[in-house]
């Protein structure tokens, strides 16, 4: 039974993306995709809205589910969206194992899929930042294991004649990529010990390691990585029906609502919601004129039967 009503979540999403209608999917649904096809699949169906806004018992279940930390997955911007802005103990103990669990990934050695030495994630060092994580001794052992790597690194970097065929490729040679990523982990290891006030934190080793860098890759503010979460223009509105919740909303009789979604309902636009009780989030968007590449997200909140909170959260246009 539980396999069919997720099959039957994902069929009728499916099929509302090919159709005029409203897409819609609540919160709690997203457990049961999550438990049939994973997390970063429940996610997607999310539309990458931040759930713990209108469902942290939810939110709090998928965060439990995250068990690897991977940049550009749906899990990696669900994780850093709650870090980033929303403190508890859940919260702060899942940012640090997912902290520990890179640092060890680090010292393994690890390689991505492509080939490449993990590198610290900005965006999990904001996190580790704002939740107060205590791993002052991991990330010591940690820088201690790639300063000393990266020195046996140049030791074997390939001589002048063995370069020759890079400079006709342009491609750079692994061991000297290996390098720079171990200098890349120093450098950003010894800023978070001087963000966390470590003891420990050497301000001639932060500007050694920094020297290393690419001079694009200097003097960034880490916190522009941070993700950001706004309400403006908030409007309230009367409903001409009574509603218990959310779900229950009937656009077609809702005049003021009418009024938001206009325009959006032509062929190739798109009207997804993602809602919990009395809360959603509500998302307008087109491929194709008269509103192509324009988007506009709200945040929606049944406050008693007939009123209806609408506050704005972004706007886009391509």
């Not at 096809?37 to 429940?42: E, H, M, T, V, Y």
């Not at 390098?179 to 120093?186: D, E, L, R, T």
Request: with cysteine.
């Amino acid at each position: 039974m539980k396999t069919l009503q997720t099959i039957s979540i994902l069929i009728f999403l499916t099929l509302s993306v090919n159709s005029q209608e409203i897409q819609k999917i609540n919160t709690k649904d997203l457990i049961s995709v999550s438990n049939e096809f994973g997390l970063d699949s429940a996610l997607h169906l999310s539309g990458g809205f931040p759930i713990y806004r209108i469902d942290s018992i939810t939110a709090l279940d998928l965060l439990d589910k995250m068990i690897t930390y991977t940049r550009y997955t749906p899990s990696e911007y669900f994780f850093n969206k709650m870090a980033h802005a929303w403190t508890n103990e859940k919260v702060k103990f899942k940012t640090q194992n997912l902290a520990l669990l890179q640092l060890n990934e680090i010292k393994s050695k690890k390689r991505n899929k492509y080939n490449r030495l993990i590198i610290l994630d900005d965006k999990l060092i904001i996190s580790i930042i704002k939740q107060k994580v205590k791993i002052e001794h991991q990330l010591i052992s940690c820088y201690n294991f790639c300063d000393s790597l990266s020195n046996c690194q140049k030791k074997e970097f390939p001589n002048f004649f063995q370069r020759i065929p890079n400079a006709f490729t342009g491609k750079t040679p692994l061991i000297v990529e290996d390098y720079n990523a171990s200098q890349k982990n120093c450098y950003k290891i010894m800023r978070l010990l001087g963000e966390l006030k470590s003891d420990y934190f050497d301000s001639q080793k932060y500007h050694y390691h920094k020297s290393k860098l690419r001079p694009y890759e200097r003097d960034k503010d880490i916190f522009r990585f941070k993700e950001h979460y706004g309400e403006y223009d908030s409007i309230m509105v009367n409903l001409n029906v009574n509603y218990n919740s959310i779900n229950e909303l009937d656009f077609s009789k809702e005049p003021e609502l009418q009024k938001i979604i206009k325009g959006f309902e032509e062929d190739k636009c798109w009207e997804f919601i993602l809602q919990n009780n009395r809360k959603c989030f509500l998302e307008l968007g087109c491929r194709f004129a008269p509103l192509a590449g324009f988007g506009i997200q709200y945040k929606l909140e049944l406050i008693d039967k007939n009123k209806l909170l609408i506050i704005k959260i972004a706007e886009w246009r391509s």
